[in-house]
Nanobody
Framework: QVQLVESGGGLVQPGGSLRLSCAAS?????????VGWYRQSVGKQRELVAD???????NYADSGKGRFTISRDNAKNTAYLQMNSLKPEDTAVYYC?????????????WGQGTQVTVSS
């Protein structure tokens, strides 16, 4: 079974930067899966921040476009989210998601999340 562990969150001032990491078990499954970063603020629905396919194609929500960068290192079974020029509205719990299909069956794994707080 795949286990995902997020790290790198914390308290940062507006305009600052953070790099989130998502470490996954199971190298084969990781390398053939898409990875997504989502976030959820208290009382709000979870929303997509960015995702990256197994082939390295990236997609960004408008909220982070131009400020955030998603990447992956299959040799380390790890995905990253570099966040620059952070704003107070970026405050949320950030979750890593791993999804794909194997043997004609869909799978979808989530980490426990890491808190990001942007405040002066």
């Amino acid at each position: 079974q795949v286990q995902l562990v997020e790290s790198g969150g914390g308290l940062v001032q507006p305009g600052g930067s953070l790099r989130l990491s998502c470490a996954a078990s199971g190298s084969l499954l990781f390398s053939i899966s898409s990875v997504g970063w989502y976030r959820q603020s208290v009382g709000k629905q979870r929303e997509l921040v960015a995702d990256i396919t197994s082939g390295g194609i990236t997609n960004y929500a408008d909220s982070g476009k131009g400020r955030f960068t998603i990447s992956r290192d299959n040799a380390k079974n790890t995905a990253y989210l570099q966040m620059n020029s952070l704003k107070p509205e970026d405050t949320a719990v950030y979750y890593c998601n791993l999804q794909g299909r194997i043997v004609s069956k869909n799978y979808n794994y989530w980490g426990q999340g890491t808190q990001v707080t942007v405040s002066s």
